[in-house]
């Protein structure tokens, strides 16, 4: 008689598989459980279908304005989201994710009013959360966030606490006014594809937290709005509320027209935790004031500022010390930006007319930093001033004064041969000087603006050299100009 394999005749096989036939009935009740809940035809408000709704449902909602404050009451799972959709025809006055595994979707946000309130909240629970493809519009009320974060309870970042692990992608958010566009806390958050525009002395991004990724957003026009009171920038970080930032990457935005702000503001207040950024594959492009840093490892590679820091007439990045007299731990010292670095960008045309401004400025306290194989030219592809000494940054034999550029492997004027500048198409052409120039940061990342993979000598600045590429028509984004200050222009 043939017997059975010992492992079949276990009990604790047969206990596996009692347990796995358990897993599979609430999996089979879970499925048939899911279900689409409609606005109002099953549920007269979309609270009461937020209410209604179990993991794996979707709640549907008819075209209409619905004046609701809506919040998450339930979770759902990695595999049975709880999804509300908008259908695009749907608007709704506010959302908080508080319980994980939530997608919104397709819905117009408005019609707050309440200074510092949010359109859009990760409350603290609200983990893995999606918002997409939503319009998230302050319409001007003075001091209301578009998107937000709550803080974590413990600094600097509190283990689990704030929303993590969210996606926000392919949304719109604009007409906010005095206040922060994107507030971002938490670890590993995505905010990826969005279009955030038109804020009268806004901060489109605050950054806090560990680990965030802020990918291929277009950013415009964060114009002059006199007597509100706020620090315009395109992001910022601080450390006066006690929160850490570090870790994050910048990759692939296109921010033009901070008609009244800097580019960055990031400074520690003597927080530990405040340090390690990455800007990559980015186009700047007329941004007023510089780029401000007093936080260590920041690092710039790939970028182009074109027109930057126009109204100070200095450099478009500034790597300098902080001094702080009182901070959040009670101590008092300095910030000092060690360890930044800045390689294979382009500086066009930034800062005043000058030849001896223009690109990057380092403290000379400053250690372990490194500027080398950018491409600098003032207005029409002009040479900047070259130190007759040759003292790159960070060399310890030297320093470059002030007013004086050098880098062993940077270039100094010259038409960088673009497709086209009048359109801000900074793809290279054909026997472009920047192709073949940069140095291979290989070991970081291999990609560029475009996602296309870098290899062997690298270009300098966001795009890869493709063959023929100059003869097809990609434009960059078309940014038309809306609000004060002056009359509507395009780009």
């Not at 870790?247 to 207040?269: D, F």
């Not at 930044?340 to 380092?362: E, H, K, M």
């Not at 029409?380 to 130190?387: K, L």
């Amino acid at each position: 008689m043939r017997r059975r394999p010992p492992e079949l005749n276990s009990a604790g096989t047969r206990r596996l598989r009692r347990i796995f036939q358990v897993l599979l009935g609430l999996c089979a009740l879970t499925e048939v459980r899911a279900a689409t809940i409609r606005v109002p035809q099953d549920q007269p408000t979309v609270q009461a279908a937020m209410n209604a709704a179990q993991p794996g449902d979707v709640v549907l909602l008819s075209a209409g304005h619905y004046n609701e404050a809506v919040t998450s009451v339930r979770g759902g799972a990695p595999d049975a989201r709880i999804v509300l959709d908008g259908q695009g025809h749907a608007t709704i006055r506010q959302f908080t994710f508080r319980h994980p595994w939530i997608t919104v979707q397709n819905l117009h946000i408005t019609g707050v009013t309440q200074a510092y309130s949010h359109l859009v909240y990760f409350d603290r629970g609200g983990h893995f959360g999606v918002l997409s493809n939503c319009v998230v519009d302050a319409r001007l009320s003075p001091r209301v966030y578009g998107i937000g974060w709550n803080s974590p309870r413990t600094k600097p970042f509190g283990e689990g606490e704030a929303a993590s692990f969210c996606l926000v992608i392919s949304n719109e958010v604009r007409n906010v006014l005095g206040i922060t566009m994107v507030n971002v806390m938490g670890d590993s958050n995505r905010v990826v594809g969005n279009f955030i525009h038109d804020g009268g002395a806004v901060d489109f991004f605050r950054v806090f937290g560990r680990g965030h990724y802020i990918g291929f957003n277009v950013c415009s026009n964060n114009y002059i709005y006199e007597g509100i009171g706020n620090h315009p920038d395109f992001i910022q970080t601080f450390g006066n509320n006690g929160d850490g930032s570090m870790g994050h990457v910048i990759e692939g935005n296109w921010v033009i027209g901070v008609w009244g702000g800097q580019l960055t503001q990031l400074e520690g207040n003597l927080v530990p935790e405040i340090r390690d950024w990455t800007f990559r594959n980015n186009v700047f492009v007329d941004i007023a004031l510089q780029a401000s840093c007093t936080i260590p490892e920041v690092k710039y590679f790939n970028n182009i500022f074109y027109r930057c820091n126009k109204t100070n007439g200095g450099h478009a990045l500034s790597f300098g010390t902080r001094a702080y007299t009182t901070s959040y731990s009670g101590q008092s010292g300095t910030n000092y930006a060690h360890g930044c670095q800045v390689i294979n960008n382009i500086f066009l045309d930034c800062g005043d007319s000058r030849i001896t401004v223009g690109w990057y400025a380092f403290a000379q306290n400053l250690t372990n930093v490194v500027a080398d194989y950018n491409y600098v030219a003032k207005a029409g592809f002009a040479p900047v001033e070259q130190d007759p000494l040759q003292r790159p940054i960070g060399n310890p034999g030297g320093w470059a004064t002030w007013g004086k550029w050098w880098e062993p492997h940077g270039i100094n004027g010259g038409d960088p041969d673009f497709v086209n500048l009048a359109v801000l198409d900074f793809r290279l052409r054909d026997g472009s000087p920047l192709i073949g120039r940069g140095l291979n940061l290989g070991g970081l990342f291999a990609t560029d603006i475009l996602g296309r993979t870098r290899s062997g000598a690298w270009d300098i600045g966001p795009y890869v050299y493709e063959e023929g590429g100059g003869s097809r028509q990609v434009r960059p984004p078309r940014i038309r100009f809306i609000g004060p200050p002056g009359e509507p222009r395009n780009l």
